[in-house]
């Protein structure tokens, strides 16, 4: 069992010791070329241009003149195109505030027409988005529509609802 243990371990140490002198041999060989001779001369390899620059990128080269003319007047094309797009934005956002505030003054005088004492027809009091809520204070029949309280009468075969102040 020794023996075959040696054996082993003599092989083993000349195959590390064959490795080392290969990579030794290589070594001196790359190193009696020179620095950068990387192995035979090639005749028809060129170590200038791009490459030699690190950029394989073909140069830029300037265009014909009857293309450079027209560069001004495309960049003022675009740049009058750049301007009218943001007068239209500016419109619009105009426009949009207009629209608001026409909204809201519309709102506000809606509002303002529902004071107490307005009279409103069987029509109007129907076309109420909210659900009215019929309350009975004191004897007398109130109708609640949101924040507004309103009283029913009949005045000459029409309904109309009146607004009244909210009852305590």
Known sequence: MRARWFGRRLRFSLCVLAAALSIGLLAAEVGARGP???GRARPNVSRGG???HGSMRPSKSSPPKGERAGR????RDAGRERQE???EVRRDRAEFRQDVAHERRE???DRRALRAGARL???TYRSFSCRTVIAII?????HRCGSEWYRRYVHGGTVTYVVVIAPE
């Open 85 to 87: 797009a943001r007068r």
């Open 36 to 38: 950068g001779a990387g």
């Open 107 to 109: 709102w506000y005088e």
């Open 138 to 142: 004191d004897d007398v029949v109130y």
């Open 121 to 123: 027809s069987l029509a």
């Open 72 to 75: 001004p007047e495309r960049r």
């Open 50 to 52: 791009p490459a030699s």
